[in-house]
């Protein structure tokens, strides 16, 4: 990977170039993370989804507050704002996760003046708490135990999370609070309405 502060991020996939545009708080915040040794990811990133293949999934929740908590100890909480379950699949790609970002910022599911969903979580200046959720691509079609083969396994998935959190921090303006990639976790939340969405990257125009 190179570049510096904003710009592209190049990485090679497969042997295929992949270009993903960072602002300069996208790029500080992958710098910092490199300076304490933690992998940014794109190293494993896969070939851009098409329309026949499975992809990146977020079950998306209104919330008035939500936490996360590991071993007993909060990783991440937000008052107002969405809590993001997110379902990462091997095919996923930079495409996936610029799309998703988009949306998830954008969507107006929260009530303006007139009660009416006219808001976004910018808007509002909410928060988003985002989880890993392998269990979204859970496939129940045989027996009753769910199989989770179509979930991208670690090593694939891991990237993938860490390029989405990456895009969301550098498009969206509020505070970003997350769980801890395969982790045991607790969720709490207040559902707001309640209102709840499911995305897929596979079908855009949904």
């Not at 959190?165 to 707001?192: C, I, K, W, Y």
């Amino acid at each position: 990977m190179n570049g510096g502060l904003g710009g592209i991020f190049s990485f090679l996939s497969k042997k295929t170039l992949i270009h993903l545009h960072f602002d300069e708080k996208a790029a500080q915040w992958l710098q910092a993370r490199k300076k304490k040794g933690i992998n940014p990811g794109f190293g494993r990133i896969n070939a851009i989804c098409t329309p026949n293949q499975l992809c990146m999934r977020a079950v998306i929740q209104r919330v008035s507050h939500a936490k996360v908590e590991i071993n007993g100890e909060i990783s991440g909480q937000i008052g107002p704002g969405l809590l993001l379950l997110l379902g990462i699949t091997a095919t996923d790609g930079p495409d996936d996760i610029a799309w998703l970002v988009r949306k998830v910022t954008q969507l107006r599911i929260f009530q303006d003046e007139a009660e009416k969903m006219n808001l976004s979580v910018q808007d509002i200046q909410g928060g988003i708490l985002v989880v890993s959720q392998f269990t979204l691509f859970g496939e129940v079609k045989k027996g009753n135990r769910p199989s989770f083969v179509r979930a991208a396994p670690p090593e694939t998935a891991i990237p993938l999370y860490e390029a989405f959190l990456v895009h969301l921090r550098a498009q969206f303006l509020g505070p970003v609070e997350t769980g801890r990639f395969g982790a045991s976790m607790q969720v709490s939340l207040l559902n707001d309405g309640p209102v709840t969405l499911v995305l897929d990257s596979t079908q855009p125009d949904f």
